[in-house]
């Protein structure tokens, strides 16, 4: 799951950053509202953590023209100001859940859950399936043929993206965006060395590789799959 957080404060967003990226998040952070909301209509998010007071675009004019623009992003907004009006009117904006300051990383990490759980609802895809094989979004778990696959953080982030473009040839930058942060500087060939662990893991005991390499564009996960060699 990818994180945006818009927050001015450095401490903060390095409190945060931590917090989620030990949780098994990705994170990429917004110093400001302009940059914010740039990153945001690139819809490569999950979920945002908006500050309400930024530099530039204030946190609530962001969420109205998220909304305008028919973005479905689920907004956490964390604010200092505190009264019911004040509540609100971030609701109103089109915020989908609204935290006080102070308050404890534990709250916000099950807020984001919450949020993760009605998204997810909402677009029924909890729950992925490409032929025989099955990833749980919910669980973060992987089956082939109901045998379990044992996957690692990135390598779950990949194979989502894949499972969620099934059929269509996914570009490496779509995997880098999917599975590392925003400022990442990729060296040597960390896709392919992940694909490679990836169908290891997958095509174990069978006799179709489900990963398929589009040469000169990407990758692609298919149901019918190739047969191995």
Known sequence: MRILIVEDDEKTAAYLTRG????????DRAPDGDTGLTMALEGIYDAMILDRMLPGMDG???VRRLRDDQLELPILMISALATTSHRI????????????????FS???A???????????????????????????RRRSAARAGRPIALHHREFLLLQ????????????????????????????NIIEMHIHRLRRKLDNGFDTQLIQTVPGAGYMIASAGTRTP
């Open 20 to 27: 989620l990226s030990e949780s098994g998040y990705i994170v």
């Open 60 to 62: 609530l004019d962001i």
């Open 89 to 104: 009117e971030g609701l109103r904006a089109g915020c989908d859940d609204y935290l006080v300051k102070p308050y404890a």
């Open 107 to 109: 709250e916000v990490l």
């Open 111 to 137: 807020r984001l859950e919450a949020l993760s759980r009605r998204a997810g609802r909402h677009r029924n895809t909890t729950m992925l399936r490409v032929g025989d094989l099955e990833l749980d979004l």
């Open 161 to 188: 993206t894949l499972m969620l473009h099934a059929g269509q040839v996914v570009t490496r930058s779509m995997l880098l965006e999917a599975g590392w942060n925003y400022d990442f500087e990729p060296r040597g």
